[in-house]
């Protein structure tokens, strides 16, 4: 059989099935791009259809959020849950709250979920939810309100032992907070059915520092490959949520400069890097105020505010985009590699466009996708699982030897699967490779179901 010609096939009927579904499409592409030779060597794949299976999510639930704001005012905001695969565990991803959301984009993100998971080592299944809800420039009551209104909905879809949220862009612990409020009086059970909890109730130690934190140890990992490492490296990180600002941390611990990052109104250019005093001011002004880069020029005179503006030209030799999809395109990464860059360590979820990736392995830098090098929150979101099964907490250490070793582990499945299908140090056909074959032959296993 023609592999190449199954696949352009495979993908075009895709196109047809889901018109509209430009970053599902872009993720499913990727991914089929680097299964060729997988494919050629388990024609049982094709013949059991398990890409056709595998792209059609088990299940979709869309519902009504209403809620009212301060003044009494009704708002009808659209949630969803995708249940993308269950072949390996309960669904597993987390919750977004933007008003980019819609079905296209959390039907990509639970199938990025699923491979992602998949190579963590942790049973845990692919799914991710939402809403077009944007709790920017909201009340607490006001959020508090809406959270609860989205619940209402999707208890009876969720469960500690079916499908596990978490948070995502827009969802961090408060939010989490009041939907396990609304989850628990609704059914009358603690459960650990929500990760990203906060400790004293449920939730893991280091579960908020781990994405962030995960991102540093692979970046590390990859240069270690090269004998390289972090180690007196400029770096730029892009967006400054909760994986942007905990992977700021640990590069700087690492030994990293970092000189760039960004939020919504613009990005900071800081020479002399983040240093202890300048991080403590950002995790207040990020997590605790919610204020604007801006502010942290006022504090830090030295450091330049460009309204508007990415990073991604800022010299660098390590950039980890940590915003969101299609974030980075070909143009920034000629910039990129042009200013010296020679490390690219995704940190959100499909930052990089086709484009961009191209250049980055045509020049033959290191490069690794999300789904690998961000898996470091969702799998501290399954140590979550495992304290609250046992009913017991680890501490900080206990947790971050854990991550350390999933992420070296990650890392390792990554080249390994690359190499043995002829594509060796390409870390985006290693992930795409054994992250599928997990899920793909577990499918094989339970039959058609
Ligand atoms: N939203 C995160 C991700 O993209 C975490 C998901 C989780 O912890 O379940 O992986």
């Known amino acids: 059989m023609d592999i190449h010609a199954y696949t352009a096939d495979f993908l075009e009927a895709q196109e047809k099935k889901d018109p509209g579904q430009k970053v599902f499409l872009q993720a499913v592409k990727e991914v089929v791009s680097t299964l060729h030779p997988v494919l050629e060597q388990n024609p049982v794949y094709i013949k059991e259809k398990i890409l056709e299976r595998l792209v059609e999510p088990e299940r979709i639930i869309s519902f009504r959020v209403p809620w009212q704001d301060d003044k009494g005012e009704i708002h009808v905001n659209r949630g969803y849950r995708v249940q993308f695969n269950s072949a390996i565990g309960p669904y597993k991803g987390g919750i977004r709250f933007h008003?980019?959301?819609?079905?296209d984009s959390l039907k990509f993100l639970a199938f990025e979920q699923t491979f992602k998971n998949s190579l963590t080592t942790l049973p845990l299944g692919g799914g991710k939810g939402g809403s077009d809800f944007d709790a920017r420039g909201k009340s607490d009551g006001e959020v508090m309100r809406f959270c609860h209104s989205f619940m209402n909905e999707l208890y009876r879809h969720i469960g500690y032992h079916t499908d596990v949220p978490a948070g995502d862009l827009g969802c961090g612990a408060r939010e989490i907070g009041y939907m396990y409020g609304q989850y628990k009086k609704l059914t009358?059970?603690?459960?650990?059915?929500?990760?990203?909890?906060?400790?004293?109730?449920?939730?893991?130690?280091?579960?908020?520092?781990?994405?962030?934190?995960?991102?540093?140890?692979?970046?590390?990992?990859?240069?270690?490959?090269k004998n390289d490492s972090v180690k007196g490296k400029t770096c730029i990180v892009s967006g400054t949520g909760n994986v942007g600002v905990h992977a700021i941390e640990k590069l700087t611990?690492?030994?990293?400069?970092?000189?760039?990052?960004?939020?919504?109104?613009?990005?900071?250019?800081?020479?002399?890097?983040?240093?202890?005093?300048?991080?403590?001011?950002?995790k207040?002004?990020?997590?605790?105020?919610?204020?604007?880069?801006?502010?942290?020029?006022k504090k830090f005179p030295k450091a330049e505010f460009r309204p508007g503006k990415k990073t991604w030209d800022i010299p660098c030799n390590i950039a980890c985009p940590t915003a969101c999809e299609n974030e980075l395109h070909g143009d920034d990464a000629k910039t990129l590699l042009k200013n010296g860059c020679k490390c690219v360590c995704e940190g959100s979820n499909m930052p990089c466009t086709p484009e961009a990736i191209e250049a980055f392995q045509a020049a033959g830098i290191l490069y690794s996708p999300g789904k690998a090098s961000n898996a470091g929150g969702v799998a501290v979101s399954g140590l979550e699982m495992t304290q609250n099964s046992m009913r017991l907490y680890w501490t900080r250490e206990e947790v971050d030897q854990y991550l350390h070793r999933i992420m070296n582990s990650i890392h390792n499945s990554c080249l390994e699967a690359a190499e043995m299908y002829g594509m060796k140090g390409n870390y985006m056909a290693g992930a795409n490779i054994a992250g599928f074959k997990k899920v793909a032959d577990s499918m094989l296993d339970q039959g058609l179901v």
């Open 284 to 297: 207040d002004l990020v997590f605790v105020r919610r204020g604007s880069l801006k502010e942290y020029v």
């Open 253 to 282: 611990e690492l030994g990293g400069k970092v000189v760039g990052f960004m939020d919504y109104d613009g990005s900071v250019y800081d020479k002399d890097g983040v240093d202890a005093e300048k991080l403590a001011f950002l």
């Open 188 to 225: 009358d059970v603690f459960t650990g059915t929500f990760t990203g909890k906060k400790p004293n109730w449920g939730g893991s130690l280091l579960r908020p520092e781990a994405t962030g934190y995960g991102v540093a140890y692979f970046t590390q990992n990859m240069l270690a490959t």
């Open 99 to 103: 008003t980019s959301v819609t079905q």
